[in-house]
Every structure is written in C-alpha cells, then in structure tokens.
C-alpha cells in the first residue's frame, strides 16, 4: 500500500507564501495537489509528471508552482501572493499506472 505523508500549511496572511510537501512510499508516475472546502468538491491545483510536465488550475497560475524530487519521490508546491479564496485543505495525490493515492489532507488558511 503507498502511503503520502504530507507537510507544510498552516495560516498565513494574503499576500504570503507557504510550502507544502508530499513524500511517497515509492516512485509514482505522477503526483500533485487537489484542494477542498466545504460542501464543494475536491478541484486540481497542479500536477506534475516525473518527466516535468505540469498542468496547473488556472486560478493559481502564475503563482504557483509545483516541483518534484524524483529521486526522493516527493512533490512541493511553492505558494506565493496567497488569497483568502485559497483557503482549503490540500490533498497530496499520486498515481500509479491506474491506481490513485491521496495523502491524509492539511489545512491552509489565508486570513488576516
């Protein structure tokens, strides 16, 4: 079973950056974040594959960016000039040929 173990999140207020991280039991073929509030559903924020493509939703492109470690079998989201709609809980996910993952969830809050 592949577990994601994610770090990071926390408050922060608009207009600051934050960092999350995920770390995967093993090497996946794609990994990346999906975020979550209240009574919507869980929408993509990026993705990346482990050859670099990236795909990005389009309400954080520009600020940011998601990055992998291949080697460590990570994946990082740099977030940068943060908003308080950016307020979810972030899910770290991967995929394993046709098999999906999901990290255990963390908290961003954009407030001041």
């Known amino acids: 079973q592949v577990q994601l173990v994610e770090s990071g999140g926390g408050l922060v207020q608009p207009g600051g950056s934050l960092r999350l991280s995920c770390a995967a039991s093993?090497?996946?073929?794609?990994m990346g974040w999906y975020r979550q509030v209240p009574r919507k559903e869980r929408e993509l924020v990026a993705t990346?594959?482990?050859?670099?493509?990236?795909n990005y939703a389009d309400s954080v492109k520009g600020r940011f960016t998601i990055s992998t470690d291949n080697a460590k079998n990570t994946v990082n989201l740099q977030m940068n000039s943060l908003k308080p709609e950016d307020t979810a809980v972030y899910y770290c996910n991967a995929l394993l040929g046709l098999r999906r993952f999901w990290g255990q969830g963390t908290q961003v809050t954009v407030s001041s």
């Open positions: 990346v594959t482990t050859d670099g493509r990236t």
């Open positions: 093993s090497a996946m073929d794609a």
